[in-house]
């Protein structure tokens, strides 16, 4: 009699034959986005793009508190990230990918709207997104149906707060002290101020 195999483990070897294809697919719709911004004339800092290392995968797929049992459950194995440089720029932008992709809203988060009125910190858009049907017919695209990707819209200081948060928040080999975390709240609502202000 054969053991089943770990649905974990067959997910992970499966993306390690597909990594290519999700490395092309992110550098599409990085394209397709520079594309689009560009026609709607939306100047940006940058657009860039990522495929999930395997390696990163199989540490997610294990990690506590997460219920994977397919591949197909992991939304950000390609990702793309734009970078504005103002917060109303974020959100024509966030509007366009709305109209262009087609978007999966079960999985997409407004971070801005998970904060309660007296906190401060993480604030970015998240889609995740299909490239939409009217593009999956046409054959530069059609090889990429079925892929979702994780689209990241937010200003340059929204940027600036979510890597140093990043940074404390998930490579801190210890407790960042509670007087510590009062001055960095402090320090992203000020930097949201400096945004609001630069707008």
Known sequence: MTAKRDPLAKAAEEYSKLHG???DFAACVRDLVNHIVASHR???HSVTCRAKEPESLSRKLQRTGKT??????VTDLAGVRVITYFTDDAEKVADL???????DHDNSVD????????EFGYISIHHV?????PRLKLPEYSKFR???VE????????????EIEHDLGYKSTTQVPKQLRRRISRLAGLLELADQEFQ
């Open 21 to 23: 294809t999700y490395r």
């Open 42 to 44: 939306i100047a940006v």
């Open 68 to 73: 994977y049992r397919a591949l197909d459950d």
């Open 97 to 103: 990918i709305e109209a262009e992709f087609k978007v």
């Open 111 to 118: 971070k801005r709207r998970l904060l309660e009125p007296h």
């Open 129 to 133: 997104a299909c490239l939409s049907d």
């Open 146 to 148: 079925g892929l979702k």
């Open 151 to 162: 689209i990241q819209t937010r200003s340059i200081l929204q940027h600036a707060w979510a």
